[in-house]
């Protein structure tokens, strides 16, 4: 079981960059796919990026495909999300998911554990 904790949020004009932290401490770190979502003010929480537990393997949204990067550190415990060319459409709630299970990676019923989320506001 892990417990993700995000940090790095914040405010940023458009153009500009930020970097989520994801901590999910727990003796298996490693073997969990991480990944994050996001939810804007009255709208559906959608899928941005995903890193499998190797990190054999990533994925993105199409509308941050390009901007963002999703990579892990498992010694660390740590995923981080790079995000650039921030857009003021990119603002919302970011959180950081975990799973086993595998299964639809798009999907927010895939992923067992979420942190609280952090929040991004670009303005333009």
């Keep these: 079981q892990v417990q993700p904790v995000e940090s ?3 405010s940023v004009q458009a153009g500009g960059s930020l970097r989520l932290s994801c901590a999910a401490s727990g003796r298996t770190f490693s073997a969990y796919d991480m990944g994050w979502f996001r939810q804007a003010p009255g ?4 899928f941005v990026a995903r890193i499998s537990w190797r990190s054999a393997s990533t994925n993105y949204a199409d509308s941050v495909k390009g901007r963002f990067t999703i990579s892990r550190d498992n010694a660390k415990e740590t995923t981080y999300l790079q995000m650039n060319s921030l857009k003021p459409e990119d603002t919302a709630v970011y959180f950081c998911v975990a799973t086993r299970r595998g299964g639809n990676y798009l999907s927010p019923y895939t992923y067992e554990y979420w ?6 506001t670009v303005s333009s």
């Design 8 to 10: 790095g949020g914040g």
């Design 43 to 46: 709208q559906e929480r959608e």
């Design 115 to 120: 942190g609280q989320g952090t929040q991004v």
